[in-house]
T-cell receptor, first 115, second 115 residues
Framework: AQSVAQPEDQVNVAEGNPLTVKCTYS??????LFWYVQYPNRGLQFLLK??????LVKGSYGFEAEFNKSQTSFHLKKPSALVSDSALYFC?????????????FGTGTRLLVSP | NAGVTQTPKFQVLKTGQSMTLQCAQD?????MSWYRQDPGMGLRLIHY???????DQGEVPNGYNVSRSTTEDFPLRLLSAAPSQTSVYFC??????????????FGPGTRLTVL
């Protein structure tokens, strides 16, 4: 079965420090991978995606993610965290050959950036 | 553009009542979806539509109906509300793409409580 795992419920980091939010996936074939962010009482917002090509993908608000096929991971990173980055982050995968956009979401990781 | 709008923002129902959650988008997107978000479970797909007049079931369709008479609107109907349907509901839309990898735009959500 297709699945996405976000092993950390919460990640704490100090402002100015680098941050990493982890995501691993389990699908057959080459997946499409996405990161979305959810601020309090808001809908999800798209951050970035990996379809093919360069394993390092750059997205909105200074975020980037690295696709690692051998480790089946797609970790979200940012060199210098801001307090305003505090939010709930979701990794999602669209398995290949599934039609439409049947995204499978992880359970989310809450990022808390302290001043 | 207003993007994706949802009404109401909050709703309390009694078991057995029916209601319709409204969703509209003004971006001329072909694809629209309904998700529910429950603590510790990420987002799960309820129903989706690839165009006016075409709908299909997602991962958790039981107890919900949808229709799509226009490109803009995609209402979700709860036929007979149950406490298990207490959740936050998100509507999303996206452009149709050959690869199915276009990012989705989410509405602000409807928080539903069923007593």
């Amino acid at each position: 079965a297709q699945s996405v795992a976000q092993p950390e419920d919460q990640v704490n980091v100090a402002e100015g420090n680098p941050l990493t939010v982890k995501c691993t996936y389990s699908v057959s074939g080459n997946p499409y991978l996405f990161w979305y962010v959810q601020y309090p009482n808001r809908g999800l917002q798209f951050l970035l995606k990996y379809i093919t090509g360069d394993n390092l993908v750059k997205g909105s608000y200074g975020f980037e993610a690295e696709f690692n096929k051998s480790q089946t991971s797609f970790h979200l990173k940012k060199p210098s965290a801001l307090v305003s980055d505090s939010a709930l982050y979701f990794c999602a995968v669209r398995p290949p050959n599934t039609g439409f956009q049947k995204l499978v979401f992880g359970t989310g990781t809450r990022l808390l950036v302290s001043p | 553009n207003a993007g994706v709008t949802q009404t109401p923002k909050f709703q309390v129902l009694k078991t057995g009542q029916s209601m319709t959650l409204q969703c509209a988008q003004d971006m001329n997107h072909e694809y629209m979806s309904w998700y529910r978000q429950d603590p510790g479970m990420g987002l799960r797909l309820i129903h989706y539509s690839v165009g006016a007049g075409i709908t299909d079931q997602g991962e958790v369709p039981n107890g919900y109906n949808v229709s799509r008479s226009t490109t803009e609107d995609f209402p979700l109907r709860l036929l007979s509300a149950a406490p298990s349907q207490t959740s936050v509901y998100f509507c999303a839309s996206s452009l149709k793409g050959e690869g199915g990898y276009n990012e989705q735009f989410f509405g602000p959500g409807t928080r539903l409580t069923v007593l």
